[in-house]
Structures are given as structure tokens and as C-alpha cells.
């Protein structure tokens, strides 16, 4: 990984990212259709009309991103650019990698081998101090721990690697620590690791942004190791998305009449693997870092040469709608039974998605909205 | 399994099994020799001699047996013969299955589905209730509950099961039940279920008599759970020999911080189903149940006809001790070592095994008895 983004550009990443409608996925669809943000932005308005928007999205201004940049220098947070050197090779590696990730800390950090440990915020005494011991255990190994800074397993993770290395990915903005109390946490794990948000600086987390934070705290990790999850608890959402991502899953078992493991068991009955000490994680990991890595170059099933693909008539706009409903249904399925060149297809949900009439699920699959 | 002994091949079937260095593995060896019980206990003597027995080993007289006959009947104990109707399918195909097995309560018991809980004697109160649980809602579903009588795990999975059906296989005689104060729960699992020994009736259990009587428990059922275990633990030892008998190990998931939770773990590391509810065993064993069940008839390797099949050799009995050592080797090597037809190999051991010179382990393995 190596080419830096120029000021500006990085400044054009951030104003796209930051525009209405444009999440990872459309972010990665607009620069693999346009090549530079700065030809996406000029596309933005006539996009988002073409797919039907009432009113165009709401595009980030230069001015608006500029004093983003500005208030981030000032809390030491700085913006780096999926496929600039210091982004975490790992996390480029995900289908959804935030395009920019603001991270404040040590960024050396995001280049160890690192492995998650997340649980329940309400953890039991015994939880809270297994997790610390282990996060200390696998720190002492080499590895950096990933987590969310919450409450509970979360924080005791933090604890236990802050002289090792830890990284927190956080579900609101640096200037945004949740929960509040933490805020000396997070300090101290910038000392010597590394918060990382993707949200801009004073976003509040609301309550969808954790699920979607989770996909960073696997994606950073080679593995994910949960400790005390509840049924329909968010630990297990990561241990999902992990499992998505081709990360591995460990579990820690716990008693079957502690609710509070009721999760983490279940992970273990689909397979997960078992958890009682250090040794049980590293020695899965081991031949996992000494992969050689590479990074997926995030390539479309279906390349095509940058630049304008021409704009799709009414007929090839209604046919791709006709086709699409709630149920995610695959890009390639829309190519093959629309009988349109995938350029065509591509760009006609580029449009749906701009004019917020289409979402992006994982594996190349789209849906219309909801409304 | 179909026919039953008449009391005088029974009372002959006691006396060889009563009689010095012939344990399971030998009388059958002895039974598949010589046919008759009767025919067996005529040979020991020789046999034993031309092992190198220095003096002959003490035969079991009929006098003996037909006292030990009495006194049973007297405790409303039977014994049970291998291959006649009431003797449990699943025990009689293990390899060192009881030739004899003294029970007492319901006999019909022993034909039901049955699934085994054993565990830690220091038992925590969570693992207690969760035993007791476990087996009541195991025997509501229609499974015998086996287990070993033994405080902690075993007796709560006993009195989970009282009333839907449990057998308690015990390491000692049915007038010396072990622990003491569990003589009541004893007296209450014969009025609805079984009590089951192998040894004599006030045979005093000693330390290695446990290991030996968790065969018995793993051998009655399907499955065993193990409910708290810590290392090097008994519950372990009937988990490995169910691995050996082909049954289901399921462990139940608990606190890596307890010591009694130890061995379950590990366990669950080497891939033992995890349990946290009875659906759990109930769901991997339905279809073993449905299963036709067929006795495998104890075929030997190289099947012989019955009858004496000449007396070795000095030549040929020395080339086969030459050949045995402390450390367990296949009948089958020791055949192919030695060049001598399977009868004399198979003989040589029968009479190295009523010297007391030789040890029979699981796999057709043998070893000399280290003096």
C-alpha cells in the first residue's frame, strides 16, 4: 500500500464521503466509475436526479470539509485514506472499508497483527476480569487488541493491552466519546494506541452506528474473540460480521445459567472456537499472520474502463427498477436478467443509491429502500 | 439377544469370571476358545501353568459361586448374562463388556434409550441445579439417565431422573455402596430404575475399581455429558472411554476462571458438543436412537473353531513373550511377528493372561504386567 493522497484530493475524499446518500459502497462504486472524487462530486447532482431523488442530496461543500479538517488537526486527529501507507491492510481488506478513517493516537498501531475482544457492556466481575487478563496475555504475545471502548468487556480489553498496543473503534466522532465517562480511556489509549472513527469529529452515536462500527472492530482483526454476549446482544453482531469477513471466531464458554453467556455458548454449538487462554487464540492465529498478505484489490466482478459509461435511457432506468423490490437480490443476477451491459446496470444504481432509493447489503447485493 | 443361560452354566460363568487374572477381555477370549464356561475352568489350571504361573490362580469353587447365587437373591440382585435378553444392547457391544452383570430394581430399564451425565464430586451449586435440570428434562424426553452414584454431578443427575428412569452403575458390590450416605438414593433409583454392578456382592470399592466401572456408565448410553470437570478428573476418564466405545461426548461450557470447569473446556476444544439445554443431546442423539440397533457379536480378528487348539509349543510360547514388553502391542503385529497361526498366538496369551503375566488394553492391544 503506498500512494499518499494530495491535500486536495484527500480533501475531495472527505467531501464525498461526507455527502448525502454516499456510504463506503457508493463511495467505492463512484471512484471506480468516475477514477477521481473530484468527477464524482460534479456527477453527484445529476446522478440523484436521474434515479429519482425529489431534491438532489445534500453535497458536502469545500468549505464544510475544510473546517473539518481543521478541527481535526486541532484534536491531534488525522485523516488517512484507504490505500495510503498507514491504512490497517486488514481493514482495506473488507467490502464496506471506510474510505477515510480518522484515527488519533499512534498510527504504527494499525500496522501489528491484531485480534478483537468485545462482550457485554453488564459483564460479571469474573467476565471483566478474564477479559483484562487475556487482552494482557495476547498483548505480552505481540498482538495489538482491537475493541469499542465500552462498557464492560470492552474497556476491561482496553485495560489490560494500554502498555501492549490497542486500538478503539469508536461508533461516534473523536469529539464524541461514548460513553462519556471513558473519555480518560480513550485518552490513554491514544497515548499509546489508537482511537479510529469514521464519523466526522462531533458526530453523536446513535443507536444504528454501533452495529456499524462492529464491521471495523472485526475488520480490523484477524480474529474476534467474544466474552459474555447475550442473545440479540451486539457482540454477536460482530462475531457475524467477523464471520462475513472471513475473520475467526472464539468464543469463551461460560455457564449455561448465566444469561449472559447464553451467546457466546451458541457461538460455541455453530462452531466457534473455544476460549479459556491466551495460547488457545494465538496458536490459531499464528499461521493466519504468517500469511503473507495481500491486499484484494477491492476489484468489481465486472471491470470497466473509468470514466462516463454514458447515460442510461428511461427504458434500461425501468427495466433495473422493475427488477429490484425489498428482498436483496445480486448485481450480476440485475446484469443477466435485465440483459443490460453491467456499466449500464452499474450506474443506474449508482443513481438509485444517490437519490436514497437503493441500499448496498454485503456479497454484491442491492435492495430498494424501504420508505 | 435371545437366549438365556441355563443356572448351571450361569453358576459356571460366576466361577469363571470369579477366578484369579480372568477379567472381561479373558473370558472371552476363554469362551471363544473352549465354548463352554465348564470347558474353561477345566483348562485353567494348565493353561495358567504353561504361562509361567509360578503357582496356579485361585479358581472361583461352585461352592463359592452358589453362595454368592444365594446372598444375591437374598439382596433381590440377578445377574444378567451376557447375550440373554435383559442384558443392555449398547453394553454388550463394547469389547470388555461384564459377562456377568448383577443388577437390581427394574430390569426393563436397561432397554430404554439412554444418555449418561456424570461429573465433578465437588461440584458448584450452578452445576448441581444445572445437573438436576438437565436430567429431568432429558428424562422427560424419554431418556434413561446412567451415571455412577458418586456425590456432586451423579447424584443430582440421579435424583433428576428418579422418577423417569436412571441406572446407577457402581464400582463396589450391592452390599458396600459407595459413598456411604448415598445408600438411600441407591435404595431409591432400584424402585424405578437400576443399580448395576460387576462385582462381587460386598466387594468394597477400591481407587482403581472407578476407572474400571466408568466404562460401564459410558458403555449403558448413546452419549455422556460431563457437567464440571477439572483435569485429570474421573468424568474425564468415562469421556475418553466413551471416544473409545464410539459414543457422543458432550460437555457443558463453563468460566474459564473455575478449576471445575477446566476439563469440560478442554473438551469442548477437542470438540465435544457444547450443552446448555437438553435440546442440545436430544437433537445429535435422535437419529442414533433411530437407528437400528445391532449387536456386533464380538467377532474376533481371525475366528477360530471352537475347541482346544493344541498346546504351543516351549519354541513357540518363548518367540511370543520375546516378542512382548511393557509397552501395549496388536495381537495382530504379534501374529505377523512371530509367524505362528493366530490359535497358538491367541492361546500363549490366554495362558501368559491366567499366569497373571499379561495385560489386555482396548484395540486388541496386549503388554506384559509390569512386576
Chains 1, 2 share one sequence.
Not at 473530484?38 to 469545500?62: E, F, K, N, V
Not at 490459531?284 to 465486472?302: K, V
Request: hydrophobic share 45%.
Amino acid at each position: 500500500m503506498g500512494v499518499r493522497l494530495s491535500d486536495n484530493e484527500r480533501l475531495d475524499w472527505l467531501r464525498l464521503i461526507r455527502s448525502q446518500n454516499v456510504g463506503p459502497r457508493t463511495f467505492h462504486a463512484l471512484i471506480h466509475h468516475y477514477g477521481q472524487a473530484r468527477d464524482a462530486l460534479a456527477a453527484l447532482p445529476q446522478l440523484a436526479r436521474r434515479g429519482g431523488a425529489s431534491a438532489p442530496g445534500r453535497i458536502c461543500t469545500r468549505a464544510e470539509a475544510e473546517r473539518e479538517m481543521t478541527a481535526a488537526r486541532a484534536a491531534a486527529v488525522a485523516f488517512v485514506a484507504l490505500g495510503e501507507p498507514d491504512y490497517p491492510l486488514r481493514l482495506a481488506m473488507i467490502d464496506d472499508a471506510p474510505p477515510l478513517i480518522a484515527v488519533r493516537g499512534k498510527l504504527a498501531t494499525l500496522a501489528q497483527p491484531t485480534v478483537a475482544i468485545v462482550g457485554a457492556r453488564n459483564a460479571s466481575a469474573a467476565g471483566i476480569k478474564f477479559a483484562e487478563r487475556l487482552a494482557r496475555e495476547l498483548g505480552e504475545a505481540g498482538l495489538v487488541i482491537a475493541s469499542g471502548l465500552a462498557r464492560g468487556i470492552d474497556a476491561a480489553a482496553h485495560r489490560g493491552s494500554l502498555t501492549t498496543g490497542t486500538v478503539a473503534a469508536i461508533a461516534g466522532g473523536h469529539n464524541s466519546i461514548y460513553p462519556p465517562e471513558h473519555a480518560a480511556l480513550a485518552e490513554a489509549i491514544a497515548q499509546n494506541g489508537v482511537v479510529l472513527s469514521e464519523m466526522p469529529l462531533d458526530h453523536e452515536p446513535r443507536a444504528r452506528d454501533f452495529p456499524r462500527r462492529n464491521r471495523l472492530i472485526s475488520g480490523l482483526a484477524a480474529g474476534v474473540v467474544v466474552i459474555e454476549a447475550a442473545q440479540r446482544s451486539g457482540s454477536l453482531i460482530t462475531a457475524r460480521m467477523a464471520l462475513e469477513q472471513g475473520r475467526e471466531v472464539f468464543a469463551v464458554p461460560g455457564s449455561p445459567l448465566d444469561p449472559r453467556c447464553e451467546g457466546t455458548n451458541n457461538l460455541l454449538k455453530q462452531g466457534a472456537a473455544p476460549v479459556t487462554e491466551a495460547a488457545d487464540v494465538t496458536a490459531a492465529l499464528r499461521p493466519i499472520f504468517e500469511r503473507p498478505q495481500q491486499l484484494s484489490a477491492q476489484e468489481p466482478d465486472h471491470p470497466i474502463a473509468p470514466g462516463d459509461p454514458g447515460e442510461p435511457g428511461h427504458e434500461e432506468r425501468d427495466r433495473i427498477v422493475a427488477l429490484l423490490g425489498p428482498t436483496p437480490v445480486g448485481i450480476d443476477d440485475l446484469i443477466r436478467l435485465s440483459g443490460l451491459p453491467p456499466a449500464i446496470v452499474r450506474t443506474v444504481l449508482l443513481e438509485l443509491e444517490l437519490a436514497g432509493r437503493l441500499e448496498r447489503h454485503g456479497g454484491g447485493l442491492v435492495s430498494l429502500t424501504a420508505i
